[in-house]
C-alpha cells in the first residue's frame, strides 16, 4: 500500500467513488465545488455546447476548465475523454469528431458510468463507448487514441505519473492531449488522513503547476502550452473550500499538448527529476530551505574541521584558508535565517524568525567577533530550533486551514458508501 499524505491509495479509491457517486446519483445535492450547467457557463463552454448536452447528464457535470480551448478534438478522431464522469466532455467531443470518429469514455467510478451509458442509448450517441476503469491502467491498446481530453481528473489520482505515462501509451505519436486539472502554487505536507473528503475536493491531491507540466515533459509530451489559469475556487458554493484554495495557491488552468515520437527512458526521466533546480525550488516551496541550509552551514563547519583533523592522519596535508572557510560559513548561516524569516507569513508568527536571527548573530559573533567553541555551537543549537520551529509551526497553520485541527470543519455532504 502506497501512502500519500498519510492516505493509502483504496482510501483515495474509496473516497474519490463515494464523492462521485453522489454527483452522478445525487446532482443537486451541496457541494464544496461547482457543479452542473452554471459551472459550465462560469468555466467558459459555449451555449451552443452546453445546449448538445443531455439534460440529466448537465447537472452532473463537475469539470474544473474547458478544456477544448486547446482544440485538440478534431474532426475522425479516436478520442479517449479520462475521468469523463457524466460524460458531458464525451458529448461535446462526439460531435466535434463527427460519425467517422469514435469517443471512449472511461470514468473509475460505477455509477458515472452507468448514467452516461443510459443517456447515450437513450439519445442515440453511436461513437460514443463508455467504460469503467482507472486511468492508471488504461484497458487501450498502445497508439490506439488520435487525442484524449480529461477534466478534473488528474488532482483525484494517486499515481500522476503513472496515469501521465498511460496517456502516452495509448496515443499514436503526434497525438494531441487536452486536460484542465487543478494546481496549486504550495504544496500540502501534512497528514490529511482523518479526512479524506480533502482529498475529493480537489487541492490536496493537486500538483504545483511546475510539476504539473514537468510531469508531461518527463513523460515525452512536447508544445506544451498553458492556455488559461484561472481561481476556479472562487466559484466554490463552500466559503471554507474558497480559503484552502486561497492558501495553497489553487487555481484551474488549461492545457494542450502533443505525444512526441518517442517516450524518453526510464534513465534521463530520472535525470530530470535529480535537476537542482527542480530540487531547490521544491524545497522552498516545502519550507525546507532554512534546514536545507543550516546543514550546508554545519558541514562546511564541523564537515571541515573533521577533514582538517583527520586527513593528516592519512598523510594528506590540507591548507585551510581561515577567511574563506569563516566566509563559507557564515553564508550558509545567513541564507538560513533569511529562508526561516521567509516564512513568517506561512508560519503565522514571527518567532522562528527572530529565533533565526538570534542564532545567526551568535554564530557571526563567534566567527568574526571573538570566537569560541561553545559559543559558535550554541548559535548553531539556536538556529537548529527556529528551522524547527519554522517547519512545526507552517504544517501547525496547514492543519488549522484544513480544518485538521483547531476549528471545527464545516460539515459538507456525507460521503456514501460505494460498492464500484
Ligand atoms: C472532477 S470529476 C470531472 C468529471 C468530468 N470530467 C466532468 O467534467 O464533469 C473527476 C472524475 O474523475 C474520475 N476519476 C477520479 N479518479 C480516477 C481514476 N483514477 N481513473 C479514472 N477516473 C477517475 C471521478 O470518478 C470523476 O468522475
Not at 479516436?78 to 466532455?89: E, P, R
Not at 484497458?139 to 484524449?148: H, K, N, Q, T, Y
Not at 458554493?237 to 474558497?242: A, G, I, K, L, V
Request: aromatic share 6%; with cysteine; hydrophobic share 50%.
Amino acid at each position: 500500500m502506497v501512502a500519500i499524505l498519510g492516505y493509502s491509495r483504496e482510501q483515495i479509491f474509496e473516497a474519490v467513488k463515494a464523492m462521485y457517486t453522489s454527483v452522478a446519483e445525487a446532482p443537486n445535492a451541496p457541494f464544496h465545488f461547482p457543479t452542473g450547467e452554471s459551472a459550465c457557463r462560469v468555466l467558459g463552454y459555449p451555449g451552443e455546447e452546453i445546449g448538445q448536452m443531455p439534460e440529466a447528464l448537465r447537472a452532473s457535470f463537475a469539470g474544473v476548465g474547458y478544456p477544448f480551448r486547446a482544440e485538440a478534438v478534431q474532426a475522425g478522431d479516436t478520442v479517449l475523454d479520462l475521468g469523463a464522469g457524466a460524460g458531458n466532455d464525451s458529448v461535446v467531443a462526439s460531435r466535434r469528431v463527427g460519425p467517422e470518429g469514435h469517443v471512449v469514455a472511461l470514468d473509475l467510478t460505477a455509477a458515472m458510468t452507468r448514467k452516461l451509458q443510459t443517456a447515450a442509448r437513450a439519445d442515440g450517441l453511436d461513437n460514443v463507448s463508455v467504460v469503467q476503469g482507472s486511468a492508471e491502467r488504461i484497458p487501450l491498446a498502445d497508439g490506439s487514441v488520435d487525442s484524449i481530453t480529461s477534466n478534473g481528473m488528474l488532482n483525484l489520482v494517486p499515481d500522476k505519473r503513472r496515469a501521465v505515462r498511460e496517456m502516452f501509451r495509448v496515443l499514436r505519436p503526434g497525438g494531441r492531449l487536452q486536460i484542465a486539472d487543478v494546481v496549486i502554487d504550495r504544496p500540502v505536507t501534512v497528514d490529511c488522513e482523518a479526512d479524506p473528503r480533502l482529498w475529493v475536493e480537489c487541492v490536496v491531491g493537486a500538483t504545483v503547476e511546475e510539476d504539473f507540466l514537468a510531469m508531461f515533459r518527463d513523460a515525452g509530451f512536447e508544445d506544451i502550452e498553458v492556455l488559461r489559469s484561472f481561481d476556479y475556487f472562487a466559484h466554490s458554493p463552500s466559503r471554507q473550500t474558497q480559503e484552502i484554495a486561497a492558501s495553497f495557491g489553487a487555481r484551474s488552468i488549461e492545457v494542450g499538448m502533443r505525444r512526441g515520437a518517442r517516450a524518453p527512458s526510464r534513465v534521463w526521466q530520472a535525470a530530470q527529476r535529480l535537476n537542482p533546480q527542480r530540487a531547490v525550488a521544491s524545497m522552498w516551496r516545502r519550507g525546507a530551505m532554512g534546514m536545507a541550509n543550516l546543514t550546508l552551514a554545519l558541514v562546511a563547519c564541523y564537515g571541515t574541521l573533521a577533514a582538517v583533523s583527520l586527513l593528516p592522519l592519512l598523510g594528506i596535508g590540507l591548507a585551510l584558508n581561515e577567511a574563506l572557510w569563516a566566509g563559507t560559513i557564515a553564508l550558509f548561516v545567513v541564507l538560513a535565517a533569511l529562508a526561516v524569516a521567509a516564512g513568517v507569513k506561512r508560519a503565522s508568527t514571527p518567532g522562528p524568525a527572530l529565533l533565526a536571527a538570534g542564532g545567526a548573530g551568535v554564530v557571526l559573533y563567534a566567527l568574526f567577533v571573538e570566537y569560541s567553541m561553545a559559543v559558535e555551537a550554541a548559535g548553531f543549537a539556536l538556529l537548529a530550533g527556529a528551522a524547527v520551529w519554522d517547519i512545526a509551526a507552517r504544517r501547525r497553520r496547514q492543519k488549522q486551514v484544513l480544518g485538521l485541527i483547531g476549528t471545527t470543519r464545516a460539515p459538507g455532504p456525507p460521503l456514501p458508501r460505494t460498492g464500484g
